[in-house]
């Protein structure tokens, strides 16, 4: 799809759907509506009675111009209340009007946004990834659906500005939604990709092409002998069980501009590629969408991918422990104790806790060799941070108060919903091994992703820490939003460009 700003009057451009986004509750015909219902002699006006269109955010009503406007077809897409309007609205309305748009095989789509006070390039952006987020399909194993609409003519998408300083905000946008859509996109593929293809060797062969085509990326792989001279225990009791060997990837982003005074971020993605439990089987149920385990690692992956791009003023190391978690005679017990890399015991009580496992020598490597300025860890770490909060929200704890209300309000403007969750030291007991430092499971039945938190918060060291724990929004399986189809979401990507581009 291309997306585009053009000067042009709506009404002298041909187009196949030229688009007009309206408010809920207002005057809905009024300035350039109120002249194409004049054109469309008021039809318009009688279709949204007749039709009960009040401009609901996501509602749609379209009209056939025959031949009145140089567009065939017109439609208002509504974007709900003035009060509540924000970028998140303008990525709801634009996937929607892609899906429709699709839907009728338009080549040409011309967008009129209402002048919003919202700032232009920031709406462009939006309203680009709505779009292009929307109109992502996972078509690996589908080649003649692929095929087909690779033979498609794409779909241009132009947003009518009224100026041409306008036009230079919007056209910032839509190359900075361009950039974010992509990262997303990327994160998107690794996620949807079935975990018998999509294994460690895989992950480390995605980071070795973005180190090979980027030269401010650089990769460091530790393979399982170089994890186990490091004394990565913990990260090695999971991958044991599995036949696919682990990789420990790290990635170092530095651009030429990177000096000394710049401040040292380290993101971890969790990248369990297959999470059966181990021999704490997990039901079928639970297990059908256990791909999805990699979903921070896609994450971590996505941002690098287009890091260049965004040009951030810090140094990024990207932390990838990758491994499958699989019962075999080979694997992990309940009952065994580890030590991870920063000398902790562990005792293991229930081998499907893994991804605090492999995250905790993530974070003990990041405390001893990179000693960052601050850490985001990003994990479809718990069950339950969805009982707490749902499929669409993800958690966020924090030992510090600045990261964590920045990476909220990152979150907030990337429209990906986010709730702080304490991590009371009241609690720190529950995770208190009897035999070890730590267990790897809580003490107590209830506030599972907090006491992962807690768990995790043990290995961060002084370092300011973030984790998003990511279970709930990294995978849907029902379609949710206009511009998310079912399997992976790329949450969290989003979220993180915002927060290394405004560190
Ligand atoms: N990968 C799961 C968490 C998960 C659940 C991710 C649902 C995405 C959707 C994690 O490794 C896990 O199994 N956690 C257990 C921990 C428990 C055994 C303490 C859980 O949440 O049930
Ligand atoms: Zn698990
Ligand atoms: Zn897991």
Redesign the pocket.
Known sequence: MNIIAIKEDIFEEEADLAVFGVFSGTQIFSGALKSADKKLNGLLTVMSAEEKFGGKLGDQLVLHTHGKLPANRVMLVGLGDKKTFGAEAIRRAAGSTVRYADKIEALKIVCLFPNTGIDPAEAAQAMTEGALLADYKYLTFKPKEAKRLNKRKPMTLAIVASDASAVRSFEKGIAMGAIFARATVYARDLVNEPASRMTPTHLKEHAERLAANDKNIKLKVLDRAACEKLGMGAFMAVAKGSDEPPYFLHMVYRSNRTNKTYKKITLIGKA?TF?S?GL?L?PAE?MD??K??MAGAAAVLGIFSVLSDISPGVEVHGLIAACENMPSGKAMRPGDIVTSMNGKSIEIL?T????RLTLADALAYTDKKIKPDSIIDIA?????C?VALGTDVAGLMSNDEKIASRIEAAASSAGEPIWRLPLPEDYAPLVIGDHADLRN??RAKYG?AITAGLFLKEFAGETPWAHLDI?GP??VERDALSYMNKGGTGFGVRTMLNWLKNI
């Open positions: 369990v999470d439990g704490s997990k639970y969408t256990m999805c385990d229930n499907d806790a893994e991804g479809t770490l718990t069950g339950a969805m499971t809580s599972g279970a990294a995978f």
